[in-house]
């Protein structure tokens, strides 16, 4: 008889913690229903797609209250020496919220959208779906290649997304983004190569224990892994010199599906970005931590900069500053990672998770006002007051939550915490960098801010309708109650994450 392979079969069976993967579990298995639900739907019946998706980003958000509710840390997927591949923990949890929450938003814009432009119905709400199943599964992935293949789920469906769009922009976009996103990917995986090849694991924890006693010869090669593995993740985040897909993605992309990537896509890469080098990179600490501090402040600078230029007659002018500013913003998100290195542990991570939740309400917000207008340049904002007071009253509000300045109290509190950890950490130079950049970046929100207040010709007053009119009370009420109770975010700097 042919010995088995391992000594003891009955280690590799093992129990699943259903509860612990459920959020990202239930929002793929609405995406199979959807798809499914879409072969019998008929014409006008697969509007009920839209409420389908709905539900089921709704119950993937329901199940992380057990989660939340819970005492301690959750893993599954173990190996016999204690390596887990998936974990849910304080830090992957508030990741999937912004995410998975990031996603619902998205669904509620797109509602209207889908059916205004005469998108495939099926197709568009199995997308998103499967994207945010992804983005959902990615900060609870604790080896390389859950990792990948996390990233890989949140970003193939948003390459089809782009192309749904059916004017020749969204073709367009959809190529730069993909050819962009593919050779990032590779880069990537040749690193993720060369680290398991220096270290023997694959699993994020024993690669830190493993490259502390690796081998002088295998150093060089590890540290070569190391940096080609964060190009992948700085990507995602849209950080300088990967950023040049952003403007003309959101161009093309359907408004909702530029919002839910500058959101959820940039969540995806700064999970990704913080795990590998928080726990698994953490002997190079003061390497990467040097790295990120350089990237954070070419990024917002670059982002700040572009942002300056846009003008206000251009089409599209509306979503593209606001895809510059995502990109500034992407700035101010890495500065508590690079503090990380420097401090030498995972505390001022906090700061960022705390600044993503923030920018994530108050970005898509933004988004949804555009969408729910209809307007392209930011010309077309001139007066928005006179027409519709109160689609104009919440993007002046979110617009001051992105700068900073009361009422968007909560805005203010999470550029606070990011600067807090920036100098706590002694990088009083990016500090200051941020400071100016914060000051620039005042200018293009207040000039936006003011038009939507100024005389304009006379115009008819615009209806907005209802699954838009719901999406902005419901991001408006979310950035005002944290406004009034900023608590409820920030406090996750105070604690631990991981």
Not at 138 to 145: E, I, K
Not at 172 to 186: M, P, R
Not at 457 to 471: F, N, Q, V
């Given at each position: 008889m042919t010995p088995l392979a391992v000594a003891d079969p009955g280690t590799l069976v093992q129990s699943v913690d259903w509860v612990a993967i459920a959020p990202p579990l239930v929002a793929a298995l609405a995406g199979l229903v959807v798809l499914v639900a879409d072969l019998f739907l008929k014409g006008s019946q697969k509007k009920a797609l839209s409420w389908l998706a709905i539900g089921g980003l709704t119950a993937a958000l329901a199940a992380l209250l057990p989660l939340a509710l819970g005492s301690g840390t959750r893993s599954t997927f173990c190996l016999a020496d204690g390596g887990c591949s998936y974990t849910a923990d304080h830090f992957?949890?508030?990741?999937?919220?912004?995410?998975?929450?990031?996603?619902?938003?998205?669904?509620?814009?797109?509602?209207?959208?889908?059916?205004?432009?005469?998108?495939?119905?099926?197709?568009?709400?199995?997308?998103?779906?499967?994207?945010?199943?992804?983005?959902?599964?990615?900060?609870?992935?604790?080896?390389?290649?859950?990792?990948?293949v996390a990233l890989e789920v949140a970003s193939l469906p948003a390459f089809a997304l782009v192309a749904l769009r059916r004017d020749g922009r969204g073709a367009?976009?959809?190529?730069?983004?993909?050819?962009?996103?593919?050779?990032?990917?590779?880069v990537m995986l040749l690193g993720v190569s060369f680290v398991y090849a220096a270290t023997g694991t694959l699993h994020l924890s024993a690669i830190a224990e493993a490259l502390t006693t690796a081998p002088g010869q295998l150093k060089h090669l590890a540290e070569a892994g190391a940096v080609l593995t964060l190009v992948g993740f700085a990507f995602k985040t849209a950080a300088v010199p990967f950023h040049f897909w952003v403007p003309d993605t959101y161009v093309g992309a359907p408004v909702p599906v530029a919002g839910y990537l500058?959101?959820?896509?940039?969540?995806?890469?700064?999970?990704?970005?913080?795990?590998?080098?928080?726990?698994?990179?953490?002997?190079?600490?003061?390497?990467?931590?040097?790295?990120?501090?350089?990237?954070?402040?070419?990024?917002?600078?670059?982002?700040?900069?572009?942002?300056?230029?846009?003008?206000?007659?251009?089409?599209?002018?509306?979503?593209?500053?606001?895809?510059?500013?995502?990109?500034?913003?992407?700035?101010?998100l890495l500065v508590p990672l690079a503090a990380a290195g420097y401090a030498g542990d995972d505390h001022p991570v906090g700061a960022t998770v705390a600044y993503a939740l923030v920018y994530g309400v108050v970005n898509l917000g933004a988004f949804a006002v555009v969408a729910a207008t209809g307007h392209s340049r930011l010309d077309d904002f001139q007066g928005l007051f006179a027409r519709n007071r109160w689609a104009a009253l919440a993007l002046a509000f979110f617009l001051l939550c992105l700068a900073g300045l009361p009422p968007g109290v909560v805005g203010l509190f999470g550029k606070v915490v990011v600067f807090r950890a920036a100098v706590d950490a002694g990088l009083g130079w990016l500090a200051v960098v941020m400071a100016v950049n914060v000051v620039v970046a005042l200018y293009y929100y207040l000039t936006w801010?003011?038009?939507?207040?100024?005389?304009?010709?006379?115009?008819?007053?615009?209806?907005?309708?209802?699954?838009?009119?719901?999406?902005?009370?419901?991001?408006?009420?979310?950035?005002?109650?944290?406004?009034?109770?900023?608590?409820?975010?920030?406090?996750?700097?105070?604690?631990?994450?991981?």
């Open positions: 992957a949890l508030a990741f999937q919220l912004l995410a998975l929450g990031g996603a619902l938003i998205a669904a509620l814009l797109s509602a209207h959208t889908v059916d205004k432009d005469g998108l495939p119905a099926g197709e568009y709400w199995f997308l998103l779906l499967s994207s945010a199943a992804g983005a959902a599964l990615l900060p609870a992935a604790r080896d390389l290649a859950t990792l990948i367009e976009a959809a190529l730069k983004f993909f050819l962009s996103s593919v050779t990032a990917t590779a500058s959101v959820v896509g940039k969540a995806a890469g700064l999970a990704g970005l913080a795990l590998v080098t928080t726990v698994a990179f953490r002997p190079y600490g003061h390497t990467w931590g040097l790295v990120l501090a350089v990237l954070a402040a070419v990024t917002m600078t670059a982002g700040n900069v572009a942002a300056l230029r846009q003008r206000a007659a251009a089409p599209n002018g509306a979503v593209r500053l606001l895809a510059w500013s995502s990109v500034s913003q992407a700035g101010y801010t003011a038009k939507l207040f100024a005389t304009a010709p006379e115009a008819p007053r615009t209806r907005i309708p209802g699954p838009l009119t719901a999406t902005l009370a419901l991001t408006a009420s979310v950035a005002a109650v944290l406004s009034v109770a900023p608590q409820l975010v920030l406090q996750v700097v105070s604690g631990t994450l991981f």
